[in-house]
Protein backbone atom coordinates (compact mmCIF):
# COMPACT_ATOMS: atom_id res chain seq x y z
CA UNK A 1 0.00 0.00 0.00
CA UNK A 2 1.55 2.85 -0.85
CA UNK A 3 1.44 6.44 1.35
CA UNK A 4 -1.17 7.96 -0.75
CA UNK A 5 -3.19 4.67 -0.26
CA UNK A 6 -2.88 4.78 3.42
CA UNK A 7 -3.91 8.44 3.76
CA UNK A 8 -6.67 8.40 1.84
CA UNK A 9 -7.78 5.43 3.98
CA UNK A 10 -7.17 7.60 6.54
CA UNK A 11 -9.03 10.20 5.73
CA UNK A 12 -11.77 7.95 4.74
CA UNK A 13 -11.89 6.63 8.39
CA UNK A 14 -11.67 9.99 9.86
CA UNK A 15 -14.75 11.35 7.85
CA UNK A 16 -16.64 8.54 8.60
CA UNK A 17 -15.97 9.46 12.60
CA UNK A 18 -16.74 12.89 12.05
CA UNK A 19 -19.76 11.94 10.20
CA UNK A 20 -20.87 9.69 13.46
CA UNK A 21 -20.22 13.10 15.85
CA UNK A 22 -22.07 15.04 13.37
CA UNK A 23 -25.08 12.53 13.46
CA UNK A 24 -24.81 12.11 17.29
CA UNK A 25 -24.49 15.76 17.93
CA UNK A 26 -27.89 16.38 16.35
CA UNK A 27 -29.63 13.52 17.37
CA UNK A 28 -33.08 13.50 18.16
CA UNK A 29 -34.22 16.97 17.28
CA UNK A 30 -34.55 16.83 13.87
CA UNK A 31 -34.88 13.45 12.35
CA UNK A 32 -36.00 14.67 9.03
CA UNK A 33 -32.92 16.39 7.97
CA UNK A 34 -30.86 13.17 7.52
CA UNK A 35 -31.18 12.25 3.64
CA UNK A 36 -28.06 10.01 4.34
CA UNK A 37 -29.77 7.80 5.77
CA UNK A 38 -32.43 5.80 4.29
CA UNK A 39 -35.24 4.77 6.51
CA UNK A 40 -36.37 1.16 7.01
CA UNK A 41 -39.74 2.18 5.01
CA UNK A 42 -37.44 2.98 2.06
CA UNK A 43 -35.17 0.57 2.24
CA UNK A 44 -37.45 -2.33 1.79
CA UNK A 45 -39.14 -0.51 -0.75
CA UNK A 46 -36.22 0.15 -2.96
CA UNK A 47 -34.78 -3.60 -1.82
CA UNK A 48 -35.10 -6.15 -4.60
CA UNK A 49 -37.57 -8.83 -4.27
CA UNK A 50 -37.08 -13.10 -4.93
CA UNK A 51 -39.84 -14.09 -7.28
CA UNK A 52 -40.50 -17.72 -7.18
CA UNK A 53 -41.78 -16.88 -11.07
CA UNK A 54 -38.16 -16.48 -12.23
CA UNK A 55 -36.16 -19.15 -10.25
CA UNK A 56 -36.58 -21.43 -13.80
CA UNK A 57 -34.68 -18.81 -15.47
CA UNK A 58 -31.25 -19.15 -16.15
CA UNK A 59 -29.40 -16.10 -17.38
CA UNK A 60 -25.67 -15.50 -18.10
CA UNK A 61 -24.26 -12.18 -18.20
CA UNK A 62 -20.63 -11.50 -19.88
CA UNK A 63 -18.47 -8.50 -19.80
CA UNK A 64 -15.55 -7.17 -21.74
CA UNK A 65 -12.34 -7.39 -19.45
CA UNK A 66 -11.44 -4.45 -17.73
CA UNK A 67 -12.72 -3.13 -14.50
CA UNK A 68 -15.53 -0.87 -14.86
CA UNK A 69 -17.07 -3.98 -17.41
CA UNK A 70 -16.17 -6.22 -14.61
CA UNK A 71 -17.90 -3.90 -11.57
CA UNK A 72 -21.34 -3.85 -14.23
CA UNK A 73 -21.02 -7.23 -14.81
CA UNK A 74 -21.32 -8.06 -11.22
CA UNK A 75 -23.81 -5.25 -10.25
CA UNK A 76 -26.22 -6.71 -13.07
CA UNK A 77 -25.55 -10.49 -11.85
CA UNK A 78 -26.25 -10.02 -8.38
CA UNK A 79 -29.22 -7.62 -8.88
CA UNK A 80 -30.88 -10.63 -11.40
CA UNK A 81 -30.10 -13.27 -8.81
CA UNK A 82 -32.13 -10.93 -6.07
CA UNK A 83 -34.59 -11.07 -8.11
CA UNK A 84 -34.44 -14.96 -8.32
CA UNK A 85 -32.76 -15.58 -11.56
CA UNK A 86 -30.57 -18.06 -11.71
CA UNK A 87 -26.95 -16.25 -12.72
CA UNK A 88 -23.98 -17.24 -14.51
CA UNK A 89 -21.35 -15.24 -15.19
CA UNK A 90 -18.28 -15.06 -17.88
CA UNK A 91 -17.04 -11.80 -17.20
CA UNK A 92 -13.47 -11.90 -19.40
CA UNK A 93 -14.82 -12.07 -22.98
CA UNK A 94 -11.84 -9.74 -24.13
CA UNK A 95 -12.47 -6.87 -26.84
CA UNK A 96 -15.98 -5.55 -27.65
CA UNK A 97 -16.22 -7.60 -30.53
CA UNK A 98 -15.96 -11.07 -29.38
CA UNK A 99 -18.18 -10.17 -26.83
CA UNK A 100 -20.92 -8.76 -29.39
CA UNK A 101 -20.17 -12.33 -31.60
CA UNK A 102 -20.91 -14.08 -27.64
CA UNK A 103 -23.84 -12.33 -27.04
CA UNK A 104 -25.27 -13.21 -31.07
CA UNK A 105 -24.26 -16.32 -30.96
CA UNK A 106 -25.77 -17.12 -27.01
CA UNK A 107 -22.70 -18.01 -25.81
CA UNK A 108 -23.60 -15.28 -23.10
CA UNK A 109 -27.22 -13.32 -22.83
CA UNK A 110 -26.16 -10.34 -22.07
CA UNK A 111 -23.14 -8.03 -21.42
CA UNK A 112 -23.01 -4.01 -20.94
CA UNK A 113 -21.78 -2.29 -23.95
CA UNK A 114 -21.22 1.80 -24.23
CA UNK A 115 -23.46 3.42 -26.91
CA UNK A 116 -20.25 4.79 -28.65
CA UNK A 117 -18.62 1.60 -29.23
CA UNK A 118 -21.49 0.12 -30.59
CA UNK A 119 -22.09 2.52 -33.27
CA UNK A 120 -18.34 2.77 -34.03
CA UNK A 121 -17.17 -0.89 -33.96
CA UNK A 122 -20.70 -2.54 -34.57
CA UNK A 123 -22.15 -0.53 -36.78
CA UNK A 124 -19.74 1.47 -38.82
CA UNK A 125 -20.68 4.87 -37.68
CA UNK A 126 -17.79 7.18 -37.94
CA UNK A 127 -17.22 9.18 -34.82
CA UNK A 128 -17.97 12.65 -36.12
CA UNK A 129 -21.48 10.93 -36.70
CA UNK A 130 -22.52 9.98 -33.90
CA UNK A 131 -25.13 11.92 -31.73
CA UNK A 132 -23.72 14.42 -29.24
CA UNK A 133 -26.98 13.48 -27.14
CA UNK A 134 -27.42 10.59 -25.19
CA UNK A 135 -30.68 9.48 -25.72
CA UNK A 136 -30.31 9.96 -29.36
CA UNK A 137 -27.19 7.39 -29.40
CA UNK A 138 -28.89 5.22 -27.11
CA UNK A 139 -31.76 5.72 -29.70
CA UNK A 140 -29.50 5.00 -32.59
CA UNK A 141 -27.68 2.06 -30.98
CA UNK A 142 -31.17 -0.09 -29.77
CA UNK A 143 -32.03 0.52 -33.64
CA UNK A 144 -28.68 -0.89 -34.76
CA UNK A 145 -28.75 -4.11 -32.35
CA UNK A 146 -32.39 -4.52 -33.03
CA UNK A 147 -31.22 -5.93 -36.09
CA UNK A 148 -28.76 -8.74 -34.72
CA UNK A 149 -31.95 -10.01 -32.47
CA UNK A 150 -30.80 -8.12 -29.61
CA UNK A 151 -32.30 -5.40 -27.10
CA UNK A 152 -30.33 -2.51 -25.69
CA UNK A 153 -32.18 -2.24 -22.32
CA UNK A 154 -32.15 2.26 -21.59
CA UNK A 155 -28.56 3.36 -20.79
CA UNK A 156 -26.88 3.82 -17.77
CA UNK A 157 -26.92 7.88 -15.77
CA UNK A 158 -23.23 7.76 -16.07
CA UNK A 159 -20.86 8.09 -19.41
CA UNK A 160 -17.61 7.03 -19.57
CA UNK A 161 -16.24 9.15 -22.35
CA UNK A 162 -12.77 10.99 -23.36
CA UNK A 163 -11.90 14.32 -21.53
CA UNK A 164 -9.28 15.95 -21.28
CA UNK A 165 -7.80 16.00 -17.40
CA UNK A 166 -5.04 17.96 -15.77
CA UNK A 167 -3.63 17.67 -12.75
CA UNK A 168 -5.58 20.28 -10.22
CA UNK A 169 -2.23 22.02 -9.65
CA UNK A 170 -1.33 22.49 -12.97
CA UNK A 171 -4.44 23.62 -14.11
CA UNK A 172 -5.13 26.18 -11.45
CA UNK A 173 -1.50 27.24 -12.33
CA UNK A 174 -2.97 27.87 -15.55
CA UNK A 175 -5.96 29.55 -15.18
CA UNK A 176 -8.44 26.74 -16.94
CA UNK A 177 -11.45 25.31 -16.40
CA UNK A 178 -12.53 24.01 -19.62
CA UNK A 179 -11.33 22.85 -22.66
CA UNK A 180 -11.13 26.36 -24.67
CA UNK A 181 -9.39 28.28 -22.16
CA UNK A 182 -6.51 25.98 -23.77
CA UNK A 183 -6.46 27.97 -26.32
CA UNK A 184 -3.97 30.66 -25.59
CA UNK A 185 -1.72 28.64 -24.24
CA UNK A 186 -1.90 25.20 -25.93
CA UNK A 187 0.92 25.44 -27.98
CA UNK A 188 3.62 25.63 -24.99
CA UNK A 189 1.36 22.24 -23.35
CA UNK A 190 2.08 18.49 -24.21
CA UNK A 191 -1.08 16.42 -24.65
CA UNK A 192 -0.36 12.80 -23.75
CA UNK A 193 -2.74 10.00 -24.93
CA UNK A 194 -3.18 6.42 -26.51
CA UNK A 195 -1.34 6.31 -29.94
CA UNK A 196 -4.38 5.77 -31.75
CA UNK A 197 -5.89 9.33 -29.79
CA UNK A 198 -3.88 11.43 -32.44
CA UNK A 199 -5.38 10.91 -35.41
CA UNK A 200 -9.34 10.34 -33.93
CA UNK A 201 -11.82 13.05 -34.42
CA UNK A 202 -12.96 11.86 -31.10
CA UNK A 203 -9.53 12.62 -29.60
CA UNK A 204 -6.81 15.00 -30.29
CA UNK A 205 -7.32 15.58 -34.02
CA UNK A 206 -11.23 16.71 -32.70
CA UNK A 207 -9.87 19.04 -30.01
CA UNK A 208 -7.49 20.77 -32.33
CA UNK A 209 -10.38 21.37 -35.37
CA UNK A 210 -13.18 22.08 -32.63
CA UNK A 211 -11.46 24.28 -30.92
CA UNK A 212 -9.51 25.70 -33.73
CA UNK A 213 -5.46 25.18 -31.35
CA UNK A 214 -2.89 22.75 -31.90
CA UNK A 215 -0.91 21.38 -28.80
CA UNK A 216 3.07 21.90 -28.83
CA UNK A 217 3.37 17.83 -28.84
CA UNK A 218 1.58 15.43 -28.62
CA UNK A 219 3.44 12.09 -26.40
CA UNK A 220 1.48 8.84 -27.23
CA UNK A 221 1.96 6.39 -24.58
CA UNK A 222 -0.22 2.97 -23.72
CA UNK A 223 -3.55 3.17 -22.10
CA UNK A 224 -2.65 2.43 -18.61
CA UNK A 225 -0.09 5.36 -18.37
CA UNK A 226 -2.60 7.65 -18.99
CA UNK A 227 -2.14 9.41 -15.46
CA UNK A 228 0.70 8.74 -14.64
CA UNK A 229 2.25 11.21 -17.44
CA UNK A 230 0.69 14.15 -15.58
CA UNK A 231 1.62 12.52 -12.07
CA UNK A 232 5.40 12.71 -13.44
CA UNK A 233 4.60 16.23 -15.37
CA UNK A 234 5.67 14.42 -18.59
CA UNK A 235 2.51 15.68 -20.12
CA UNK A 236 0.03 18.75 -19.24
CA UNK A 237 -2.76 17.19 -20.27
CA UNK A 238 -3.49 13.92 -20.77
CA UNK A 239 -6.96 11.92 -22.51
CA UNK A 240 -8.97 10.21 -19.63
CA UNK A 241 -12.00 8.74 -19.09
CA UNK A 242 -14.87 10.30 -17.44
CA UNK A 243 -15.47 7.62 -14.59
CA UNK A 244 -11.63 6.96 -14.33
CA UNK A 245 -11.11 5.90 -10.79
CA UNK A 246 -7.67 7.87 -10.37
CA UNK A 247 -10.03 11.43 -10.86
CA UNK A 248 -10.97 11.31 -7.88
CA UNK A 249 -8.00 9.23 -6.09
CA UNK A 250 -5.12 11.21 -7.53
CA UNK A 251 -6.44 15.02 -7.39
CA UNK A 252 -7.37 15.72 -11.40
CA UNK A 253 -9.85 17.63 -12.51
CA UNK A 254 -11.81 17.39 -16.01
CA UNK A 255 -11.86 20.05 -18.61
CA UNK A 256 -15.25 20.94 -19.32
CA UNK A 257 -16.22 20.31 -22.96
CA UNK A 258 -17.67 23.04 -23.73
CA UNK A 259 -18.04 22.72 -27.31
CA UNK A 260 -19.63 19.36 -27.12
CA UNK A 261 -16.81 17.22 -28.87
CA UNK A 262 -16.69 14.24 -27.05
CA UNK A 263 -19.51 11.73 -27.85
CA UNK A 264 -21.20 10.16 -25.27
CA UNK A 265 -20.64 6.35 -24.21
CA UNK A 266 -23.35 5.63 -21.84
CA UNK A 267 -23.53 1.81 -20.90
CA UNK A 268 -26.54 0.03 -22.52
CA UNK A 269 -26.89 -3.48 -20.82
CA UNK A 270 -27.39 -5.84 -24.44
CA UNK A 271 -29.75 -8.58 -23.92
CA UNK A 272 -30.78 -11.01 -26.53
CA UNK A 273 -34.76 -11.03 -27.56
CA UNK A 274 -35.46 -14.26 -26.62
CA UNK A 275 -33.61 -13.99 -22.74
CA UNK A 276 -35.93 -10.59 -22.75
CA UNK A 277 -38.72 -12.71 -23.37
CA UNK A 278 -37.80 -15.48 -21.16
CA UNK A 279 -37.08 -13.79 -18.40
CA UNK A 280 -40.44 -11.79 -17.89
CA UNK A 281 -41.00 -7.82 -16.54
CA UNK A 282 -38.39 -8.62 -13.72
CA UNK A 283 -35.32 -8.24 -15.37
CA UNK A 284 -36.05 -4.54 -17.16
CA UNK A 285 -37.22 -3.34 -13.63
CA UNK A 286 -33.97 -4.82 -11.84
CA UNK A 287 -31.45 -3.35 -14.38
CA UNK A 288 -33.12 -0.48 -14.32
CA UNK A 289 -33.26 -0.19 -10.25
CA UNK A 290 -29.73 -1.23 -9.67
CA UNK A 291 -28.07 1.26 -12.39
CA UNK A 292 -30.39 4.10 -11.63
CA UNK A 293 -28.16 5.61 -8.86
CA UNK A 294 -25.24 4.90 -11.35
CA UNK A 295 -23.97 8.64 -12.09
CA UNK A 296 -20.46 9.53 -13.53
CA UNK A 297 -19.03 10.55 -9.84
CA UNK A 298 -20.58 7.23 -8.20
CA UNK A 299 -19.03 5.27 -10.90
CA UNK A 300 -15.44 6.87 -10.17
CA UNK A 301 -15.83 5.70 -7.08
CA UNK A 302 -16.54 2.48 -7.38
CA UNK A 303 -13.59 2.14 -10.00
CA UNK A 304 -11.10 3.58 -7.81
CA UNK A 305 -11.81 1.08 -5.24
CA UNK A 306 -10.91 -2.11 -7.56
CA UNK A 307 -8.06 0.45 -9.30
CA UNK A 308 -6.44 2.09 -6.84
CA UNK A 309 -7.42 0.01 -3.13
CA UNK A 310 -7.22 -3.28 -5.02
CA UNK A 311 -10.70 -4.47 -3.89
CA UNK A 312 -12.57 -6.97 -5.88
CA UNK A 313 -14.89 -6.39 -8.53
CA UNK A 314 -17.67 -8.44 -6.97
CA UNK A 315 -17.17 -6.80 -3.33
CA UNK A 316 -17.50 -3.50 -4.44
CA UNK A 317 -20.47 -4.65 -6.69
CA UNK A 318 -21.99 -5.87 -3.61
CA UNK A 319 -21.14 -2.88 -1.75
CA UNK A 320 -22.86 -0.61 -3.99
CA UNK A 321 -25.69 -2.87 -4.35
CA UNK A 322 -26.17 -2.87 0.07
CA UNK A 323 -25.53 0.64 0.71
CA UNK A 324 -28.47 1.80 -2.13
CA UNK A 325 -30.60 -0.37 -0.52
CA UNK A 326 -31.11 -3.29 -3.22
CA UNK A 327 -29.78 -6.57 -1.06
CA UNK A 328 -29.20 -6.80 2.11
CA UNK B 1 -10.47 -21.45 -52.16
CA UNK B 2 -12.18 -18.50 -51.19
CA UNK B 3 -10.48 -18.32 -48.15
CA UNK B 4 -7.04 -17.81 -50.05
CA UNK B 5 -8.64 -15.03 -52.67
CA UNK B 6 -9.99 -12.84 -49.09
CA UNK B 7 -6.47 -13.48 -47.96
CA UNK B 8 -5.13 -12.10 -51.27
CA UNK B 9 -7.22 -9.51 -51.60
CA UNK B 10 -6.53 -8.18 -48.06
CA UNK B 11 -3.01 -8.47 -48.68
CA UNK B 12 -3.48 -6.50 -52.06
CA UNK B 13 -5.03 -3.88 -50.02
CA UNK B 14 -2.24 -3.93 -47.51
CA UNK B 15 0.25 -3.54 -50.36
CA UNK B 16 -1.65 -0.62 -51.94
CA UNK B 17 -1.71 1.08 -48.90
CA UNK B 18 2.21 0.93 -48.67
CA UNK B 19 1.80 3.25 -52.06
CA UNK B 20 -0.92 5.45 -52.07
CA UNK B 21 -2.79 7.48 -49.21
CA UNK B 22 -6.27 7.13 -48.19
CA UNK B 23 -8.76 8.69 -45.36
CA UNK B 24 -8.45 7.11 -41.81
CA UNK B 25 -11.08 4.51 -40.85
CA UNK B 26 -12.20 6.86 -38.42
CA UNK B 27 -12.17 9.96 -40.70
CA UNK B 28 -10.30 13.14 -40.66
CA UNK B 29 -6.85 12.19 -41.90
CA UNK B 30 -5.01 10.85 -44.74
CA UNK B 31 -2.79 8.00 -43.50
CA UNK B 32 -0.58 5.71 -45.90
CA UNK B 33 1.35 6.44 -48.55
CA UNK B 34 3.97 8.84 -48.08
CA UNK B 35 2.69 9.70 -44.17
CA UNK B 36 4.43 6.42 -43.53
CA UNK B 37 7.87 7.79 -44.67
CA UNK B 38 7.97 9.98 -41.46
CA UNK B 39 7.32 6.94 -39.88
CA UNK B 40 10.17 5.56 -41.39
CA UNK B 41 12.10 7.88 -40.59
CA UNK B 42 11.31 7.83 -36.91
CA UNK B 43 11.86 4.16 -36.94
CA UNK B 44 15.25 4.15 -38.87
CA UNK B 45 16.45 6.98 -35.94
CA UNK B 46 15.14 4.99 -33.40
CA UNK B 47 17.02 1.56 -33.98
CA UNK B 48 19.96 3.81 -35.31
CA UNK B 49 20.68 5.67 -31.82
CA UNK B 50 19.91 2.49 -30.19
CA UNK B 51 22.37 -0.01 -32.44
CA UNK B 52 25.22 3.03 -32.42
CA UNK B 53 25.35 3.17 -28.59
CA UNK B 54 25.15 -0.28 -27.77
CA UNK B 55 28.07 -0.80 -30.28
CA UNK B 56 29.75 1.64 -28.59
CA UNK B 57 29.32 0.48 -25.37
CA UNK B 58 29.27 -3.38 -25.86
CA UNK B 59 32.46 -3.74 -28.61
CA UNK B 60 35.16 -1.85 -26.64
CA UNK B 61 34.15 -4.04 -23.68
CA UNK B 62 34.18 -7.43 -25.18
CA UNK B 63 37.19 -6.32 -26.88
CA UNK B 64 39.33 -5.81 -23.66
CA UNK B 65 37.31 -8.80 -21.48
CA UNK B 66 38.43 -10.70 -24.54
CA UNK B 67 41.32 -10.00 -24.83
CA UNK B 68 42.55 -10.19 -20.71
CA UNK B 69 41.04 -13.55 -21.05
CA UNK B 70 38.66 -12.58 -18.11
CA UNK B 71 34.54 -12.19 -17.50
CA UNK B 72 33.87 -15.04 -19.69
CA UNK B 73 30.96 -15.79 -17.16
CA UNK B 74 29.76 -11.81 -17.48
CA UNK B 75 29.72 -11.68 -20.90
CA UNK B 76 27.87 -15.33 -21.38
CA UNK B 77 25.54 -14.31 -18.45
CA UNK B 78 24.68 -10.77 -19.83
CA UNK B 79 23.88 -12.20 -23.25
CA UNK B 80 21.74 -15.14 -21.35
CA UNK B 81 19.53 -12.91 -19.46
CA UNK B 82 19.23 -10.79 -22.05
CA UNK B 83 17.72 -13.32 -24.24
CA UNK B 84 15.29 -14.52 -21.05
CA UNK B 85 13.36 -10.92 -20.40
CA UNK B 86 11.03 -10.27 -22.98
CA UNK B 87 11.36 -6.61 -24.72
CA UNK B 88 7.98 -5.90 -23.70
CA UNK B 89 8.55 -6.11 -20.28
CA UNK B 90 11.97 -4.11 -20.72
CA UNK B 91 9.65 -1.27 -22.14
CA UNK B 92 7.38 -1.39 -19.81
CA UNK B 93 9.92 -1.14 -16.85
CA UNK B 94 11.46 1.82 -18.66
CA UNK B 95 7.85 3.19 -18.82
CA UNK B 96 7.17 2.88 -15.64
CA UNK B 97 10.14 3.63 -13.57
CA UNK B 98 11.71 6.60 -16.22
CA UNK B 99 9.16 7.54 -18.27
CA UNK B 100 8.19 7.98 -21.24
CA UNK B 101 10.38 9.72 -24.50
CA UNK B 102 12.77 9.01 -26.94
CA UNK B 103 15.42 8.49 -24.61
CA UNK B 104 14.04 5.60 -22.83
CA UNK B 105 12.54 4.15 -25.84
CA UNK B 106 16.43 4.06 -27.24
CA UNK B 107 18.00 2.90 -23.67
CA UNK B 108 15.41 0.36 -23.62
CA UNK B 109 16.51 -1.08 -27.29
CA UNK B 110 20.11 -0.64 -26.35
CA UNK B 111 19.64 -3.17 -23.28
CA UNK B 112 18.17 -5.10 -26.53
CA UNK B 113 20.75 -4.93 -28.62
CA UNK B 114 23.73 -5.26 -26.36
CA UNK B 115 23.94 -8.98 -25.14
CA UNK B 116 24.21 -10.14 -28.67
CA UNK B 117 27.46 -7.93 -29.87
CA UNK B 118 28.84 -8.69 -26.50
CA UNK B 119 28.57 -11.94 -26.38
CA UNK B 120 29.75 -12.38 -30.26
CA UNK B 121 32.71 -10.16 -29.86
CA UNK B 122 33.80 -11.41 -26.81
CA UNK B 123 33.89 -14.92 -28.28
CA UNK B 124 35.13 -13.55 -31.59
CA UNK B 125 37.92 -12.43 -29.48
CA UNK B 126 37.94 -15.26 -27.68
CA UNK B 127 38.81 -17.77 -31.01
CA UNK B 128 41.36 -15.65 -33.18
CA UNK B 129 44.39 -18.28 -32.59
CA UNK B 130 46.36 -18.20 -29.73
CA UNK B 131 49.52 -19.03 -31.65
CA UNK B 132 48.65 -16.14 -34.03
CA UNK B 133 48.43 -13.46 -30.88
CA UNK B 134 51.83 -15.11 -29.30
CA UNK B 135 53.85 -14.36 -32.55
CA UNK B 136 52.53 -11.00 -32.61
CA UNK B 137 53.44 -10.48 -28.86
CA UNK B 138 56.69 -12.39 -30.31
CA UNK B 139 57.36 -9.67 -32.91
CA UNK B 140 57.13 -6.82 -29.81
CA UNK B 141 53.43 -5.72 -30.24
CA UNK B 142 51.99 -4.06 -27.63
CA UNK B 143 49.30 -4.79 -25.48
CA UNK B 144 47.36 -1.91 -27.57
CA UNK B 145 48.81 -3.20 -30.85
CA UNK B 146 47.93 -6.56 -30.37
CA UNK B 147 44.04 -5.53 -29.86
CA UNK B 148 44.12 -3.23 -33.04
CA UNK B 149 46.31 -5.27 -35.29
CA UNK B 150 45.46 -8.83 -34.96
CA UNK B 151 42.67 -9.27 -32.17
CA UNK B 152 40.23 -6.80 -33.95
CA UNK B 153 40.45 -7.57 -37.65
CA UNK B 154 40.84 -10.99 -36.82
CA UNK B 155 37.95 -11.14 -34.30
CA UNK B 156 35.52 -8.41 -36.95
CA UNK B 157 33.70 -11.21 -38.89
CA UNK B 158 32.19 -12.32 -35.66
CA UNK B 159 31.64 -8.82 -34.40
CA UNK B 160 29.60 -8.15 -37.10
CA UNK B 161 27.76 -11.03 -37.11
CA UNK B 162 26.45 -9.87 -33.36
CA UNK B 163 25.87 -6.58 -34.21
CA UNK B 164 23.61 -7.82 -37.29
CA UNK B 165 21.75 -10.22 -34.99
CA UNK B 166 21.34 -6.92 -32.84
CA UNK B 167 19.90 -4.77 -35.70
CA UNK B 168 17.12 -7.09 -36.83
CA UNK B 169 16.23 -6.94 -33.33
CA UNK B 170 16.02 -3.48 -32.83
CA UNK B 171 14.16 -2.76 -36.58
CA UNK B 172 11.69 -5.32 -35.78
CA UNK B 173 11.40 -4.49 -31.66
CA UNK B 174 10.98 -0.66 -32.31
CA UNK B 175 7.57 -1.40 -33.76
CA UNK B 176 6.19 -1.32 -30.24
CA UNK B 177 7.88 2.52 -29.43
CA UNK B 178 4.40 4.17 -30.12
CA UNK B 179 3.59 2.94 -26.69
CA UNK B 180 6.22 4.83 -25.47
CA UNK B 181 6.15 8.18 -26.96
CA UNK B 182 7.54 7.52 -30.16
CA UNK B 183 5.58 7.62 -33.43
CA UNK B 184 7.52 4.56 -35.54
CA UNK B 185 6.17 2.51 -38.01
CA UNK B 186 4.52 0.19 -35.30
CA UNK B 187 1.67 3.12 -35.43
CA UNK B 188 -0.85 1.39 -37.92
CA UNK B 189 -0.03 -1.95 -36.03
CA UNK B 190 -0.87 -0.64 -33.22
CA UNK B 191 -3.49 1.36 -34.00
CA UNK B 192 -5.96 -0.52 -36.20
CA UNK B 193 -9.04 1.46 -35.13
CA UNK B 194 -7.37 4.14 -37.35
CA UNK B 195 -5.28 3.05 -39.81
CA UNK B 196 -7.40 -0.58 -40.43
CA UNK B 197 -6.63 -3.62 -41.32
CA UNK B 198 -4.90 -2.49 -44.58
CA UNK B 199 -2.91 -0.93 -42.38
CA UNK B 200 -1.22 -2.99 -40.02
CA UNK B 201 -0.71 -5.50 -42.70
CA UNK B 202 0.89 -2.73 -45.08
CA UNK B 203 2.87 -1.88 -42.18
CA UNK B 204 4.18 -5.16 -41.10
CA UNK B 205 5.46 -5.80 -44.43
CA UNK B 206 6.89 -2.73 -44.58
CA UNK B 207 8.67 -3.74 -40.99
CA UNK B 208 9.50 -6.94 -42.64
CA UNK B 209 10.95 -6.00 -45.58
CA UNK B 210 12.96 -3.33 -43.54
CA UNK B 211 14.25 -6.11 -41.07
CA UNK B 212 15.58 -8.87 -43.48
CA UNK B 213 16.87 -5.67 -45.93
CA UNK B 214 18.67 -4.84 -42.67
CA UNK B 215 19.81 -8.55 -42.29
CA UNK B 216 21.33 -8.43 -46.28
CA UNK B 217 23.37 -5.40 -45.78
CA UNK B 218 25.25 -6.52 -42.88
CA UNK B 219 25.42 -9.94 -43.93
CA UNK B 220 27.29 -8.15 -47.08
CA UNK B 221 29.21 -5.65 -44.35
CA UNK B 222 29.88 -8.63 -42.71
CA UNK B 223 31.71 -10.38 -45.56
CA UNK B 224 33.16 -7.21 -46.67
CA UNK B 225 35.12 -6.46 -43.44
CA UNK B 226 36.39 -10.15 -43.51
CA UNK B 227 40.20 -10.22 -43.94
CA UNK B 228 41.45 -11.56 -47.32
CA UNK B 229 43.18 -13.58 -44.99
CA UNK B 230 40.33 -15.37 -43.36
CA UNK B 231 38.41 -15.53 -46.78
CA UNK B 232 41.47 -17.82 -47.86
CA UNK B 233 41.68 -19.69 -45.44
CA UNK B 234 38.25 -21.34 -45.09
CA UNK B 235 38.74 -22.16 -48.98
CA UNK B 236 36.45 -21.38 -51.78
CA UNK B 237 35.11 -18.19 -49.99
CA UNK B 238 36.07 -15.48 -52.25
CA UNK B 239 34.93 -17.02 -54.82
CA UNK B 240 31.30 -17.90 -53.92
CA UNK B 241 29.28 -15.13 -54.86
CA UNK B 242 25.65 -14.73 -53.34
CA UNK B 243 22.24 -15.58 -54.58
CA UNK B 244 24.18 -16.62 -57.78
CA UNK B 245 22.83 -19.51 -59.58
CA UNK B 246 25.48 -22.24 -60.47
CA UNK B 247 26.37 -21.55 -63.93
CA UNK B 248 25.63 -24.61 -66.42
CA UNK B 249 28.36 -24.94 -68.97
CA UNK B 250 27.27 -25.40 -72.58
CA UNK B 251 29.74 -27.54 -74.59
CA UNK B 252 30.60 -26.13 -77.25
CA UNK B 253 32.53 -29.06 -78.97
CA UNK B 254 31.63 -32.86 -78.11
Redesign the interface.
Given at each position: MTIQQLMRRIGVVLAMLALTFALAACGDDDEAAQPAQTSGEEKSAKLIQSNPDNTAQTVTIGSKNFTEQFILGEIYAQGLQAAGYKVKKQLNLGSELIAFRSVKRGDVDAYPEYTGTALTSFFDVKTDDIPKDEQQAYEQTKAGFAKDGLTALPPTPFTDANAVGMTKARASELGITKISDLAEKAGDLTLSGSPECRQRTDCKLGIERTYGFKFGKYLPVELASRHEVLKKKQADASIVFTTDGQIVAEDLVVLEDDKQLFPPYNVTLVVRDETVKAAGPDMPKVIAQVQEGLTTEVMQELNSRVDIDKEKPEDVAAAYLKESGYIE | MTTTLAFLSEFADGIEFIFSSRE?N????Q?GGSQLLDLLWEHLKLSGVAVVISCLVAVPLALWLGHIGRGELLATSVANVGRAVPTLAVIAFF??YL???FTNVALALVLLAIPPILTNTYVAVRQVDREVVDAARGMGLSAVQVVRKVELPMALPGIFAGIRTSVVNVVATATIA??????TLG?PI??S??YGDAGRLGASIVVAVLAVGTELVFAGLQRAVTPRGLKLQSGDAPRRRPFAFPKRRIQTSP
Open positions: - | STGGVVIAGVGPLGGVIDINSV
